[in-house]
């Protein structure tokens, strides 16, 4: 009852004010809707500078995905030369060769969980491949190496890789006749740490795979990818895995921590004893340039199957779970990545 008594005098209160108030209010109203108007227009107009100042940082074959290219021509000579000391053991004294490791029959990787170490040790990472290496401004599992040389040379000296040193390697090239006419005629200073760099990077350029279906299917080729591939490709996209796996090398570009949206050791399918300082790495996002080829997955090969990667990629990288028919869509796709091998490199 008190109620109604006040409503009809707030009423006759508002009725009473002068007309100014009125006026101001219908004012404020048409500002308001003006405003709400140009909104886009002044966002829009605001926005659009500071796209473009962002766009040039990353050169353009790394904005979107693009086909793959065939790999520039170094002397022949060289490669050949370096093709034959990637696959000699004899450069390390624990009788190794890069192609211990870097398996060609496995796409450049080795078919384990992780690598070999020291002893019967094992090394924490699983063998990246060297396919493609040489496209990905960023090497190793972390990234943290930027160029082929400097990773040549931590690999040479790494105790748990080719556990070797330079003066090792030039010693023992130097004692093989075949070795020093090849060197000498390539190289003026003949066998130098310079010319085995020179000879074994000319070698990894030439490691790139253009010729998968989905680099035809990117030239036009439209029949050379299924319908399941191309929705696969389009799942690819539309769930965001491009905004990380970009660029020719679908990946190898940009570094990211492991476990954005969920903790993948909480679950318990990476070994539990890792501290948890360690668990949140950030990890290089791999190439998957034939991907299908290279399993076991992930940094440390903990996972066997392509269809589980890209389970626990939805979950931890996007937040999503992805219903099973999305999974093989995008496995299907992610097969039409695999292009044959480089004719040096069987
Ligand atoms: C005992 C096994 C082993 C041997 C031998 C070996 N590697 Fe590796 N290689 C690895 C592992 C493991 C990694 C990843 C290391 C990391 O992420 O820190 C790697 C990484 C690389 C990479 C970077 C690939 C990428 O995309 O990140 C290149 C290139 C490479 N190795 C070339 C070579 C060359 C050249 C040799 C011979 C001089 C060689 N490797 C010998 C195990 C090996
Ligand atoms: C936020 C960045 C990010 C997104 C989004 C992302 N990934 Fe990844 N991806 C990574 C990183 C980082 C790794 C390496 C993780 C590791 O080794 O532990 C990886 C690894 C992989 C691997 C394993 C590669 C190998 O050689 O071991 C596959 C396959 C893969 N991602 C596919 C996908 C698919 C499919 C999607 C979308 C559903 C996706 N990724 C979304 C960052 C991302």
Redesign the pocket.
């Known amino acids: 009852m008190a109620d109604f008594d006040v409503k009809p005098s707030v009423i006759d209160r508002v009725r009473d004010r002068p007309r100014r108030l009125q006026r101001l209010a219908v004012l404020i109203v048409i500002l308001g809707m003006g405003l709400a108007l140009l909104y886009p227009l002044l966002r829009d107009r605001h926005g659009a500078p500071i796209e473009v100042r962002d766009v040039p940082r990353l050169p353009p074959e790394n904005l979107a995905v693009i086909p793959l290219a065939a790999s520039p021509t170094d002397d022949p000579r060289r490669v050949a030369l370096g093709r034959r000391l990637?696959f000699d053991a004899r450069?390390?004294p624990l009788g190794?060769?890069?192609g211990?490791?870097?398996v060609p029959a496995s796409y450049g990787t080795?078919r384990a969980a992780r690598?070999?170490?020291l002893g019967d040790q094992l090394?924490e990472?699983?063998?990246?491949?060297?396919l493609n290496?040489a496209l990905?401004p960023y090497?190793?599992?972390?990234g943290k190496?930027t160029s082929?040389a400097d990773?040549?040379h931590r690999?040479?000296n790494n105790p748990?890789?080719?556990g070797s040193n330079w003066a090792w390697v030039i010693e023992t090239l130097s004692a093989d006749s075949d070795y020093r006419s090849r060197f000498s005629a390539l190289y003026a200073d003949g066998i130098t740490r310079s010319s085995i760099t020179d000879a074994?990077l000319a070698f990894?350029r030439s490691l790139v795979t253009p010729g998968a279906p989905f680099d035809r299917y990117l030239r036009g080729e439209f029949g050379a990818l299924t319908s399941e591939q191309i929705a696969g490709y389009e799942l690819f996209k539309d769930y965001g895995c491009i905004a990380c796996h970009q660029g020719r090398n679908l990946g190898?570009n940009l570094i990211i921590r492991f476990g954005i949206l969920e903790d993948p050791f909480k679950d318990g399918f990476f070994d539990a004893a890792t501290p948890k300082s360690k668990r949140f790495l950030k990890l290089?996002v791999p190439?998957l340039r034939n991907v299908a080829k290279t399993g076991p997955y992930l940094?440390d090969g903990s996972v066997e199957t392509l269809e589980e990667v890209v389970r626990l990629m939805a979950r931890y990288q996007l937040g999503r779970e992805m219903p099973e028919e999305d999974v093989r869509r995008i496995v299907a796709f992610l097969h039409s990545l695999t292009a044959p091998l480089p004719e040096n490199f069987r």
């Open positions: 990637f450069l390390s190794r060769s890069c211990n490791c870097h080795l690598s070999p170490g090394d990472f699983n063998v990246p491949t060297v290496a990905s090497l190793g599992w972390k190496i082929l990773q040549l690999v040479i748990r890789h080719m074994i990894e190898g290089r190439s940094h």
